[in-house]
């Protein structure tokens, strides 16, 4: 497991935590900062899988980023 898995699963518990307290407290503020919390650490999580993918098949990663690049591209998205 990377670090940055680690610390977006870590980031994701604590979002949680926070979201649950703010919604037992009434607090929606501790809401909202758990909750962004939870998308940090998801998207953390996200790219240490990315990072492992590149790391452990960089062919495989090239193609993938090559194709989504071609994607764009057609679609105009760049």
């Known amino acids: 497991m ?3 898995k680690f610390s977006g699963t870590v980031d994701d518990i ?3 935590v926070q ?3 703010g919604g037992l407290t009434g ?4 809401q909202i ?3 962004a919390n939870q ?3 998801q998207a953390e999580s996200i790219l240490g899988d990315a ?4 790391r452990d098949q960089p062919l495989t990663a090239a193609l993938v980023i090559f194709g989504v ?10």
């Open 27 to 30: 607090d929606t503020s501790t």
């Open 2 to 4: 990377s670090e940055n």
């Open 39 to 41: 998308v940090r650490g």
């Open 33 to 35: 900062r758990g909750k």
């Open 19 to 21: 979201d649950a307290a």
């Open 14 to 16: 604590k979002g949680k």
């Open 69 to 78: 690049a071609y994607l764009a591209g057609r679609l105009r998205l760049l």
């Open 51 to 54: 990072a492992e993918l590149i």
